[in-house]
């Protein structure tokens, strides 16, 4: 699976951006997708998840509410809406894609087998 993100960009706080995340190659549905982000000098951390057929979805505690993923398997491509974004949010978004049978991967993104390049949201103040 190739994962292409994009969407990102430059925005005020309380802004809004879509993210993209259009997958080639192997059966897209089959995977649960997985958003993940890293701020500079900070760890990667989780974001949000998607299972394969979308019933099921997760998102970290400092995005709950605010951001959420959704996919369209027709089109091969999952999204992040993003809301009321922080200044906190600024970091390169990454879109991952996980083989799991069924349900959620963790969130510590080991489970996860193929990574987009990343896509740079920043959040002014």
């Known amino acids: 699976v190739q994962l292409q993100a994009s969407g990102g960009g430059l925005v005020q706080a309380g802004g809004y951006l879509r993210l993209s995340c259009a997958a080639s190659g192997r059966t897209f549905s089959s995977y649960a997708m997985g958003w993940f982000r890293q701020a500079p000098g900070k760890e990667r951390e989780f974001v949000a998840a998607i299972s394969w057929g979308g019933s099921s979805s997760s998102y970290a505690d400092s995005v709950k509410g605010r951001f959420t993923i959704s996919r369209d398997n027709a089109k091969n491509t999952v999204y992040l809406h993003m809301n009321s974004l922080k200044p906190e949010d600024t970091a390169v978004y990454y879109c991952?894609?996980?083989?799991?049978?069924?349900?959620?991967?963790?969130?510590?993104?080991?489970?996860?087998?193929?990574w987009g390049q990343g896509t740079q949201v920043t959040v002014s103040s």
């Open positions: 991952a894609a996980a083989n799991v049978v069924a349900g959620l991967p963790p969130p510590d993104g080991l489970s996860y087998d193929y």
